[in-house]
């Protein structure tokens, strides 16, 4: 099978030596993520080594007891990122190579959809990452698509490509979030809709009127094209927002033994490996949970319509 592309690892090289600045223009970054030709492999982003403390504050508005204890982490060696949420027109590609059924489109039960007349989400036999029950191009990212999918898009790119690709660990996933920041997001809290799709004004009409909605409207009452908000620090997109993200990790209702090393935690202490730690919140989130900490574990053959993921590499 023919490799798709080594342009990108060129690319990789070059950003390992400005990661971390401030970013003041972002658009020549989107339009990589934004590019039709779907034989193309995803546009990575080399993430430096260092340190950082995971998990939130216990004075962190609305955290969750699973985001205990803050904990300081030191990923020793450097690893690369998907710059945008995998897009429904690079599924669409592994697809068409290989002939693959989602478990939404196996198992009976579908995919999980926000139902706007009920303002409640609901199982919904017949969607699928084809058609999600929202409006979506090849350049939204793909949903409706389980943690099992995901695996077995990973194991095609790495075919491929001949690089191992993966799904990035849980530590890895929030440190390439914060991007140094320390605070509950990497944007202000006045700038949502500048950073992030998430419930604002435009949701009015799809959600109970007591939901806490930002003041702004950022335009997409569902999931927006990849990029379509700005970069973090480290010039990732939608890292908060827009839908959810698949991780490694199996899930841990807390962080005690947690590894310190940023590698996947998987069974050991525990660990629920039915259930795969889900970051980032979605464009059906209140403002106050669109935050660098939040996780929760989602069955690892659910499917749902603000969920979907990006994918990490070894350097």
Known sequence: MKPLLKLHTIALIALLLNNGLALADTSPLAASCQQTDNT?????????????????????????????????VTLPRPFAISRCEITVGQFRQFVQDTAYKTTAETTGKGCYSWDA??????????????????????????????????QQFLDWLSQRTGVAYRLP???????????????????????????????????????DKNWTLASCDDGFVYTAPVASFAA???????????????????YHDNYN?????????LAANSGECGRRVVR??????????????????????DANSSLGFRVARAL
């Open 169 to 207: 660990t849980e530590a890895e996933w929030e440190y390439a979030a914060r991007a140094g920041t320390q605070t509950p997001r990497y944007f202000a809290d006045s700038e949502q809709c500048r950073y992030a799709n998430g419930l604002g004004q435009e949701a009015k009409a799809i959600v």
């Open 280 to 301: 980032g919140g979605s464009w059906n989130y209140n403002p106050q949970f669109l935050r660098s900490a939040i996780r929760y574990g989602g069955n690892s053959d």
């Open 40 to 72: 193309l492999a995803p546009t990575m982003v080399a993430i430096h080594p260092g340190s950082f403390l995971m998990g939130s504050p216990k004075d962190e508005q609305v955290r969750d007891t699973d985001e205990s204890p803050q904990h300081s």
């Open 117 to 150: 007349a009920q303002k409640k989400w609901q199982p919904n036999a017949g969607n699928s990452w084809q058609a999600p029950g929202v409006s979506q191009t090849d350049l939204h990212p793909v949903v409706c698509v389980s943690w099992q999918d995901a």
């Open 257 to 265: 033994n947690a590894p310190n090393d940023g590698s996947a935690w």
């Open 232 to 250: 973090n620090p480290f010039g990732l997109f939608d890292m908060l927002g827009n839908v959810y993200e698949w991780t490694l990790d199996c």
